[in-house]
């Protein structure tokens, strides 16, 4: 491949970073909300949540892409325990700001980043090779094919 195509096929955006760090990883995307107590299983870095479009999934090891949390405080312990078992998503990119979310980051310690330049949904798609840099605040996505 060309470094002409290899452009053509890399989108870069820029955001604040959160919990600093890099991490190059797969994309996992999602529209909705994660409950961390209750919906996912932290021993094999899954969403378990009944009506949620990644049930069943693992988001281990790979950019998990989300709006952020809901319920209740509890959702840090839970991601938390992600790390301890080596299940956590190999960095997060979140839309909508919350305790819960920043909590849940910070104690996972997985780069994470927020407020991109662009609506992440619309750049990123599950598959995606995404390189986020936390530190620098970019998020780099370079599309198969």
Do not use: C
């Not at 995307?29 to 378990?48: A, K, L």
């Not at 990644?54 to 509890?74: D, E, I, M, T």
């Amino acid at each position: 491949m060309t470094d002409t195509a290899e452009k053509a096929n890399t989108i870069v955006l820029r955001g604040r970073g959160i919990v600093p760090g890099k991490a190059t990883a797969e994309a996992l995307t999602t529209r909705q909300t994660i409950s961390g107590w209750g919906g996912i299983n932290e021993r094999e870095g899954t969403v378990i949540e009944l009506r949620h479009e990644l049930r069943g999934q693992s988001f281990a090891g790979k950019v998990l892409v989300f709006p952020g949390a809901k319920g209740s405080s509890g959702w840090s312990a839970y991601w938390h325990m992600l790390r301890l078992n080596g299940t956590a998503p190999a960095a997060m990119i979140f839309t909508r700001m919350s305790t819960k979310i920043a909590l849940g980051a910070v104690v996972s310690r997985v780069p994470t980043i927020t407020e991109l330049d662009r609506d992440p949904f619309e750049v990123i798609e599950t598959g995606d090779l995404v390189e986020v840099d936390a530190d620098a605040g970019t998020v780099t996505v370079t599309k198969p094919g």
